[in-house]
């Protein structure tokens, strides 16, 4: 029953703002990184966000960075995705995973994919 669940995607003009929420289940969320992760159609996916779990320091990757924000709510058991002056090129499906951060955010897979939320930005 280890999982996480995304949630809050949608469709928004270029501005706006979304966010997205990582539900946990089957452990306890402020033991491990947490992070988002995107793919758009015909590009690799790519970590976006991470939280590190020993300390709360957060990473974005260059093209977010000063428009994202990741946090989460332990009581919750829920991390979050706050996105803000939203691009098209954001647009991409968005999932939540154990994440560790080398040169580049990666995925830990102890948790199975979720299965994602969809966030289309488009006028």
């Given at each position: 029953?280890?999982?996480?669940?995304?949630?809050?995607?949608?469709?928004?003009?270029?501005?706006?703002?979304?966010?997205?929420?990582?539900?946990a289940s089957g452990f306890t969320l402020d033991d491990?990184?947490?992070?988002?992760?995107?793919q758009a159609p015909g590009?690799?996916?790519?970590?976006?966000s991470c939280m590190d779990s020993s300390d709360g320091s957060t990473y974005y990757v260059d093209s977010v960075k000063g428009r994202f924000t990741i946090s989460r709510d332990n009581a919750n058991n829920t991390v979050y995705l706050?996105?803000?002056s939203l691009k098209p090129?954001?647009?991409?499906?968005?999932?939540c995973a154990e994440c560790a951060v080398l040169s580049t955010i990666v995925r830990l897979d102890h948790i199975p994919w979720g299965p994602g939320t969809q966030v289309t930005v488009s006028s």
């Open positions: 029953q280890v999982q996480l669940v995304e949630s809050g995607g949608g469709l928004v003009q270029p501005g706006g703002s979304l966010r997205l929420s990582c539900a491990s990184s947490i992070g988002w992760f995107r590009k690799e996916r790519e970590g976006v706050q996105m803000n090129e954001d647009t991409a499906v968005y999932f």
